[in-house]
């Protein structure tokens, strides 16, 4: 595709429901990222994969949190048991090859949950 | 871990103007990037700039990355220029974007 897309754009949701937000990298990319905008905590890291590697999960707040990238190109974030504190912008991006060896990551336009 | 300041928070100009929004980090990096953050939330790709300067249009950065800053010029400012704008850096020897807090730009007609 032309860009990073994700979906949904919108989720509201109840406090304890599980949520799933999907991305789709730019195609070629071998490198997907997520991390999160809130008002509180400016974007943050959450996890990165690149092609087969384990994943960085260091940036993951609990383990609520959890990610998947199938294939080597659509990811899935799931938070379970949902707070109101996860309610943010989920913001994706992906390169081709890593950032630290010089790939320019290209973001997705977020999914914004909110967590009643 | 690494600090990446970004001033001024805020900056309000008129349409005509020309701006200069800096990036100060605390590590030696291996990648920045500068991002333009519209009203809908899009965080647009105006530079990867990780020493050296580019041009692109009426925007130029600069980074200079012995003394570890960044500088964003944005020249002749339109009313789309509003938005935030935020810089990122990668240090080396990792791969995650850190952000800074951004510079909340205003242009009024």
């Known amino acids: 595709g032309a860009g990073v897309s994700q979906s949904p754009s919108n989720k509201v949701t109840e406090k304890g429901k599980d949520v799933e937000l999907r991305c789709d990298p730019i195609?070629?990319?071998?490198?997907l990222y997520w991390y999160r905008q809130s008002l509180g905590q400016g974007l943050e890291f959450l996890i990165y994969?690149?092609?087969?590697?384990?994943?960085?999960k260091s940036g993951l707040p609990s383990d609520r949190f959890s990610a998947e990238r199938t294939g080597g190109s659509v990811s899935t974030l799931t938070i379970q048991r949902t707070q109101q504190e996860d309610s943010a912008v989920y913001l994706c991006?992906?390169?081709?090859?890593?950032?630290?060896?010089?790939?320019?990551?290209?973001f997705g336009p977020g999914t914004r949950l909110t967590v009643l | 871990g690494i600090q990446v300041e970004q001033s001024p928070p805020d900056l309000i100009l008129q349409e005509g103007a020309n701006s200069t929004l800096r990036c100060n980090f605390s590590?030696?990096?291996?990648?920045l990037q500068w991002f333009h953050q519209n009203p809908w939330g899009q965080l647009i790709n105006l530079f990867y700039?990780?020493?050296g300067t580019k041009q692109n249009g009426r925007l130029s950065a600069t980074t200079v990355a012995t003394e570890r800053y960044s500088l964003l010029y944005i020249s002749s400012s339109q009313t789309t220029d509003s938005g935030v704008y935020f810089c990122?850096?990668?240090?080396?020897?990792?791969?995650?974007?850190?952000f800074g807090q951004g510079t909340r730009l205003t242009i009024n007609p």
């Open positions: 195609s070629g990319h071998t490198a």
């Open positions: 994969f690149q092609g087969n590697s384990a994943p960085d």
């Open positions: 990122a850096v990668v240090i080396q020897g990792a791969q995650k974007l850190v």
């Open positions: 590590d030696s990096v291996n990648n």
């Open positions: 991006a992906s390169s081709y090859g890593l950032a630290g060896g010089g790939g320019t990551q290209y």
């Open positions: 700039i990780p020493s």
